[in-house]
C-alpha cells in the first residue's frame, strides 16, 4: 500500500532554512488523483497545514508562511520536497507529508507520513 | 480566517460510554471540506471522516460524523479502549487547510 517517508535534518540553526524531502511508495506521485501536503505540529499542541502540491508543480501555500516556504516536487524520484527559510525556535515542530485528496465530497489528508522531529537551534 | 473552535477541550469518559465532540467553524463551510482526524501519542494523525460524515477506509462503524453549517459533530457510539486519543476536526476555506485546536479524550 502507499507509504509516505520524511527525510531530512533533524537540527536547524536559527535564521537557516529547513529543507525536508518526502518519499512515496507503492503508488505514483503523478496520479492526477492526489495532491501531496505538509502539515506540523509543535511540541504539546495542535496541527498547522503548511503548503500541498500538484504533480505539475503547482503549489498552495498557507498565508500566514507564504514568505518563507518553498515546496516543489520530483516526479522522477517520486518525491516532494519542503524548504522553510529564516526559521527560528517557533519552526521546532513534528513536520508530516501527506497525501490529499480533493475531489467533490472529499477533500482531506487520508495517508500520512510517520512524521520527523526538526528542533530548531543553534 | 475561518476559525475552528472544538469543544470540550478534555472529555473524560469511560469505555462502553458515548463521545459527542464539537466542531465550530467561524463562518459557514461547505459539508465536503470537513473533515475529522484521530491521533494517538506518538504517532501520525489519522483520517476518520471526510465530508462531515462519510467514514474512511477502514473507520468502524461506532465512529460517525454529522453537521452543517456553522457546527459539527463527531461521535463515538461506544468507546473501545483504543479510542482514547485526541481528535481534531479540519476545514477547507479561501486561506487553505485550517485544523481545530483538538479535543482530548481520555478515560474516566
Known amino acids: 500500500q502507499l507509504q509516505l517517508q520524511e527525510s531530512g535534518p533533524r537540527l536547524v540553526k536559527p535564521s537557516e532554512t529547513l529543507s525536508l524531502a518526502c518519499t512515496v511508495s507503492g503508488g505514483s506521485i503523478s496520479s492526477s488523483d492526489y495532491y501531496w501536503g505538509w502539515i506540523r505540529q509543535p511540541p504539546g499542541k495542535g496541527l498547522e497545514w503548511i503548503a500541498y502540491i500538484f504533480y505539475t508543480g503547482s503549489t498552495y501555500y498557507n498565508p500566514s508562511l507564504m514568505s518563507r516556504v518553498t515546496m516543489s516536487v520530483d516526479t522522477s524520484k517520486n518525491q516532494f520536497s519542503l524548504k522553510l527559510s529564516s526559521v527560528t525556535a517557533a519552526d521546532t515542530a513534528v513536520y508530516y507529508c501527506a497525501r490529499l485528496i480533493r475531489h467533490v465530497h472529499q477533500d482531506a489528508f487520508d495517508i500520512w507520513g510517520q512524521g520527523t522531529m526538526v528542533t530548531v537551534s543553534s | 480566517e475561518l476559525v475552528l473552535t472544538q469543544s470540550p477541550g478534555t472529555l473524560s469518559l469511560s469505555p462502553g460510554e458515548r463521545a459527542t465532540l464539537s466542531c465550530r467553524a467561524s463562518q459557514s463551510v461547505s459539508r465536503s471540506f470537513l473533515a475529522w482526524y484521530q491521533q494517538k501519542p506518538g504517532q501520525a494523525p489519522r483520517l476518520l471522516i471526510y465530508?462531515?460524515?462519510d467514514r474512511a477506509t477502514g473507520i468502524p462503524a461506532r465512529f460517525s460524523g454529522s453537521g452543517s453549517g456553522t457546527d459539527f459533530t463527531l461521535t463515538i457510539s461506544r468507546l473501545e479502549p483504543e479510542d482514547f486519543a485526541v481528535y481534531y476536526c479540519?476545514?477547507?476555506?479561501?486561506?487553505?487547510?485550517?485544523f481545530g485546536q483538538g479535543t482530548k479524550l481520555d478515560i474516566k
Open positions: 479540519q476545514q477547507y476555506g479561501s486561506s487553505g487547510y485550517t
Open positions: 465530508n462531515a460524515s
